[in-house]
């Protein structure tokens, strides 16, 4: 069986809040990126960087964790952890409770952080098995008449 190594990325505009993460992750998962700029983050994820989970702090001066969240494909969203160290407004409290994703308040143990990471994690590999694999060439049968129906073409979308 072949182990999959995990990818973490780290957004938050302190510097400090990213090293601490880097180091207390860097225990549990093989790589961890961190980055204090959302727009930094977001054009890695737009250049095809894939993750299997990725923690951002809700409350940032160049972007706030909604409108991060809003320029993430659906597969990156489910795969989204907020952090943040701010009261939450009643606005933001509805903003997370509309993405239906975590949020974590700081300071907050790394032991917590590296489970709801897992999960998460978990949660994506479950659902990504639960799919069926598009049949193989070599094992689907050979056809001499055309299909009844065009096949759908597989998704364009990226996957991370």
């Known amino acids: 069986m072949t182990v999959k190594a995990t990818h973490v990325l780290v957004v938050d505009d302190e510097a400090i809040i990213c090293s601490a993460l880097q180091r207390g992750l860097s225990r549990h998962f093989d790589h ?12 890695l994820l737009e250049e095809g960087a894939r993750f299997d989970a990725i923690l951002c702090d809700f409350f940032m ?8 969240a809003g320029r993430l494909t659906a597969s990156q969203k489910q795969r989204l952890v907020f952090l943040t160290g701010g009261a939450l407004t009643q606005k933001a409290q509805q ?8 949020c974590l308040l700081k300071p907050v143990s790394m032991t917590l952080v590296t489970a709801l990471v897992k999960k998460v994690i978990a949660e ?11 049949p193989s060439p ?3 049968p050979p056809t001499t008449a055309p ?9 364009r979308a990226p996957r991370i």
């Not at 994506?124 to 598009?134: G, I, L």
């Open 124 to 134: 994506r590999a479950t659902a990504d098995t639960e799919r069926p694999p598009p």
């Open 32 to 43: 961890v990126t961190t980055l204090t700029s959302p727009r930094a983050a977001i054009a």
């Open 147 to 155: 299909p009844t129906r065009p096949e759908r073409p597989p998704s």
């Open 138 to 140: 070599s094992t689907a």
């Open 95 to 102: 903003q997370l409770e509309e993405m239906r994703r975590p």
């Open 61 to 68: 001066p160049e972007m706030m964790g909604n409108e991060f």
